[in-house]
């Protein structure tokens, strides 16, 4: 395979990455050894036949030994982790997307599959989401066909027992997410509640940042209050805007302050249409590969002179 096709793997390669580790730096340096370990199997005269199968066992490989590794992490993470979101309504289109359902990249998919082991989420996700077969990813997880066809029947009945219902249309999802920015930026509590289902949950990432939600908040009244408190710390700060967008492939916002530097990212779950969940990243290190980011100490302080 040419040079140039072999390049035409990277979107693929990075899908795969990012699904398995919900990390756009992570799956983009996994992605990136993977094709150093390609040019230098060629240079030492290794003969590959399919640059694709070479290049996706190396990927899958590389990304459970990071996820091994990231789990161990994690369990001193402060506060709660989610994955990196991706805004995908942007003009270019997202290498995670073109490959693969869109379901596969939501959050709360990304989130059921935390709960899968690391070859458990390779096997499922490389023959469910990419259409592997089995005979193609026993060698890349060093198990058999038949132990493989086993763990993604074993991961399947969990990611099905787990995953959201309900899918909102994409009309829908865009319709409440205007309406959640509308009421938000408005302060409109009875317009927040309206919004939510009875036993919605918001989740925050803060990475640990001071201020930062450290807990899931739970219960349509207590959601909307924090949310209508938030809605007033932005109208506090000079010029900031709430925008819809969509994260990961499905309905959410964006928060920008006045330069159009990012604040934060909210990410909504829909069911029966309700925000049964809003995901809601803050923390500087997962946001950093969607642009110039907000100095939000900045406008902590700037709110807090303008009470």
Known sequence: MAREDVAELRPLLFAIAYRMLGSVSDAEDV???AFLRHHRARRDGTAIESPKAFLSAVTT??????????RVRRETYVGQWLPEPLLTDRAAPDPALGVADTESLSMAFLLVL?????IERAVFLLHDVFHYDFAEIAPIVERSADNCRQIAVRARKHVTAHRPRFAASPEEGAQLADRFVAAL????????VSLLAADVVVTGDGGGMRGSWPRPITGREKVARLLAGLGAQLAAAAGVRLERAEVNGEPGAVARDAAGQLINVFAFEIEDGRLSAIRSVISREKLGHLGPLADVEALKEEVLRGR
């Open 31 to 33: 992605v990136q050894e």
């Open 61 to 70: 490989r590389l990304a459970i030994d990071h996820l091994r590794s990231a």
């Open 114 to 118: 935390e709960r899968l082991s690391p």
């Open 185 to 192: 930026t408005e302060g409109d509590v009875d317009g927040l």
